[in-house]
């Protein structure tokens, strides 16, 4: 039997946590975790999620149909950052991508857009 890692939440009460593909590996997004979203994330199985912007805790998908149900959530040797592995319904973006990471620094569009924000929110 193992033991839960505590992690370490920091000053602010909050990790980073990149989703990920479980199946491509494709990185998805990248978005912060509150102890409360790690609790429901583990209890649902779904992605739970805490915004900084809207200071509340969210359900990813919850409003655009795009979940993310989390297969495994890892944490970093630090135990400072989490890995959702997730199996990602539709888009993980706001902007319509599959990815956030859709784009180069340069400009140049990579990634899918796999549907239409103004139909979605």
């Known amino acids: 039997m193992t033991d ?7 000053a602010d009460g909050l ?16 978005a912060y975790v509150s102890p409360e979203a790690l609790e429901q994330t583990r209890e649902t199985g779904r992605a739970h999620y ?3 912007s809207r200071d509340e805790l969210w359900e990813k998908g919850a ?17 400072d950052t989490l ?5 990602q319904t539709g888009g993980a973006c706001h902007t319509g991508h599959r990815s956030c990471f ?13 549907f239409d924000p103004d139909d979605v929110y």
């Open 4 to 10: 839960d890692v505590e992690v370490d939440f920091g």
């Open 15 to 30: 990790v980073p946590a990149v989703a990920q593909d479980a199946d491509s590996g494709e990185v998805l997004m990248l």
């Open 83 to 87: 890995l959702y592995l997730v199996d």
């Open 50 to 52: 805490y915004s900084r």
């Open 63 to 79: 409003t655009s149909g795009h979940t993310q149900s989390v297969e495994e959530v890892r944490v970093d040797c630090d135990a």
């Open 102 to 114: 859709y784009r180069t620094v340069d400009g140049e569009e990579v990634g899918e857009r796999v």
